[in-house]
């Protein structure tokens, strides 16, 4: 059963435009959202996050939106960068679980010139 | 500050070796994970630990243990390999905040 859906395997976006990653979940207690990127032969890095009191993070070119009511989260890329080409997962936690994360399958972003 | 250190890189063993994979974190985390990545999967957790001398199951634990004997140090184990455990191994740590913070991976093979 997957918990975490992210349903886009692959996304091509010109350099400048938007990226929109999504994301949907189906554990109502999962109440932490994070975005990670991840290049060729290294491991995950952490992006970005947003707690479900909130509907909204923002940092610099990267803002995630939640929708609580839908199980719903995106990842928003403003603008795009050829640097931005890697694989995106998304990942969900909830309180009292030892932080522990649930990952969905990851959409590889290209960014073109 | 190295982060969170992956020992060895790349593994190519026979059905029924065993293996041990080792993480290392100079963060002085308390929480330590090891997740699988296979394709179209996303990162699966095997096995994860709280605190030195602590551990639990995660996702997909058979066919593997682990050990936290020192705090800075995660093992993981594998006492009879088989084919369905070619993967990509990353483990993870963290103080205790939701991001965790990953290792490298070790590319295993097992023919």
């Known amino acids: 059963d997957q918990q975490v859906k992210q349903n886009s395997p692959s996304l091509s976006v010109q350099e400048g435009r938007i990226s929109i990653l999504n994301c949907d979940y189906t554990?109502?207690?999962?109440?932490?959202f994070l975005w990670y990127k991840k290049y060729p032969a290294e491991g995950p890095t952490f992006l970005i996050s947003?707690?479900?009191?909130?509907d909204k993070n923002e940092d610099g070119r990267f803002t995630v939106f939640l929708n609580k009511s839908a199980k719903h989260l995106s990842l928003h890329i403003v603008p795009s960068q050829p640097g931005d080409s890697a694989v995106y997962f998304c990942?969900?936690?909830?309180?009292?679980?030892?932080?522990?994360?649930?990952f969905g399958t990851g959409t590889r972003l290209q960014v073109t010139l | 500050n190295a982060g969170v250190t992956q020992t060895p890189k790349f593994r190519v063993l026979k059905t029924g070796q065993s293996m041990t994979l080792l993480c290392a974190q100079d963060?002085?985390?308390?929480?330590m994970y090891w997740y699988r990545q296979d394709p179209g999967m996303g990162l699966r957790l095997i096995h994860y630990s709280v605190g030195e001398g602590t551990t639990a199951k995660g996702e997909v634990p058979d066919g593997y243990n682990v050990s936290r004997l020192k705090k800075q140090n995660f093992l993981l184990g594998l006492e009879s390999a088989a084919p369905s455990q070619t993967s990509v191994y990353f483990c993870?740590?963290?103080?205790?905040?939701?991001?965790?913070?990953f290792g490298p991976g070790t590319r295993l093979t097992v023919t």
């Open positions: 947003i707690s479900s009191i909130k």
């Open positions: 993870a740590s963290t103080g205790g905040r939701v991001e965790q913070y």
């Open positions: 554990n109502s207690m999962f109440d932490y």
């Open positions: 990942a969900a936690s909830s309180t009292g679980t030892a932080s522990k994360l649930t």
């Open positions: 963060m002085n985390h308390e929480y």
